[in-house]
């Protein structure tokens, strides 16, 4: 039998090598010029074309464009498959000591909650698969009118196909910040006799907008925070964790964040710091998607000088102590926080430059925050991640973690009265997400494992 053909995948002919060859050993006249006679040569056969042949050209230009299109989305969408596949079956244990820049660990099924595809058999809502049965509608104790649609011309500017519809929809809340005061709805009370004024009643409502991200958006902060406790304990990032906790409190504008604390059962050694911790600039051609986490989510202020009226200025300096010391080396500090490295210009140390009162400002290393790269890079935001080794570090998170929400006081009273249920009712301070997240009976604090108080007494001592 003759021997078996080899495929000629992967392989050239002479002439395909020989045009090669001839191409390298030009010079760059001798590049530009055959380039000059391709583009003359192209003219004059379109100029000799008649108008039929040069639509047939068109179209079968067109049509090999979206072959190359459909070929490479579908390599694109392949390649994504088998990352997912081998990051749903690789095993993440202690994987924020081995970080691999090549790996989007954002597509880890742990990390993606998913689409809204649960449908409630009572009310017919969609929900992700790791909410509660009964968050809608408490298994169809909650019922609520269907909502009546809105009058004309609302209706069809909300709702049309035409180009004004378009146009309002592409600019209604620049047409809801002109008309916000003309259009909100009061009941007025009606006095007898002379009225100067009128007085009303009532609240404005705004509503709270879709539970599912939009496209090219990122999830809400409840689904994140799941995601990340999973993460980081299921799958063991950092290791096997013995107990965790983790506390949720609301700025005053309503962003909610989240103190969270992670005690493992193999502890870091302090050559381990720089594997899991880093607080430098990335390599943009290296790792560019985590370069630009860090370099939108994870730079403070700046402040300072060239920004006196940031929110962190105390007294004319920073409360956060930024700019940190720029130091070649990890150096475990004296209050439980490690100094970490972090690398000046001078030293290979990264820069980006950001604008600050439309003013160029090149940040360097001393203005990042510590961050984890797996976890920036798996959920894109803002997380801060600190190493504590010590008791005083811990002693303080603890009850950093466990103190409330911030509130003040002030009043004129006298000096015997101390209602501490009055002060606190003052001194409350509940925003809209706040009373939203309280109201469905969202998690505000949780632990593993449950600490509980147990009554131990003498026997027959109760």
Known sequence: ???????????????????????????????????????????????????????????????????????????????????????????????????????????????????????????????????????????????????????????????????????????????????????????????????????????????????????DTQNKFLQKIRSLMNFIVKQRVFGDTRCWMYSIEWQKRGLPHAHILIWLVERIQPDQIDDIICAEIPDYEVDPDLHDVVTTNMIHGPCGAINPRSPCMVDGKCSKRYPRKLTAETVTGNDGYPLYRRRSPDDNGRTVTTKVKRMDFVVDNSWIVPYSPLISKSFKTHCNVEYCNSVKSIKYICKYVTKGSDMAVF?????????????????????CNEAIWRIFAFPIHERHPTVTHLAVHLENGQ
């Open 1 to 215: 039998m003759p021997r078996p053909r080899r495929s000629n995948l992967s392989r050239q002919s002479r002439d395909a090598r020989r045009i090669r060859n001839t191409a390298n050993e030009r010079t760059e006249e001798e590049q530009e010029i055959a380039r000059e006679q391709r583009r003359d040569s192209m003219a004059r056969l379109r100029a000799s074309q008649s108008r039929e042949q040069s639509e047939a050209a068109r179209e079968t230009a067109r049509l090999a464009m979206q072959n190359r299109r459909a070929n490479n989305r579908g390599q694109q969408i392949d390649n994504l498959r088998r990352r997912t596949r081998y990051l749903s079956s690789a095993d993440l244990n202690r994987a924020a000591f081995q970080y691999d820049c090549s790996n989007d660990y954002s597509l880890h099924p742990s990390v993606c909650i998913g689409q809204m595809d649960v449908v409630c058999e009572y009310c017919g809502a969609l929900k992700f698969s790791g909410e509660t049965p009964g968050l809608c509608c408490l298994n169809g104790k909650v019922k609520l009118p269907l909502l009546t649609p809105p009058p004309e011309p609302l209706y069809s500017l909300l709702c049309g196909e035409t180009q004004e519809s378009r146009h309002f929809l592409a600019n209604t809340q620049k047409y809801n910040g002109c008309f916000q005061m003309t259009s909100f709805r009061a009941d007025i009370i009606e006095e007898r006799g002379f009225n100067p004024t009128f007085k009303i009643q009532g609240q404005i409502h705004h509503r709270i907008g879709s539970l599912l991200p939009f496209e």
């Open 411 to 431: 009043g004129l009273q006298s000096s015997n009265t101390n209602d501490e249920i009055s002060r606190y009712q003052v001194g409350r301070y509940v925003n």
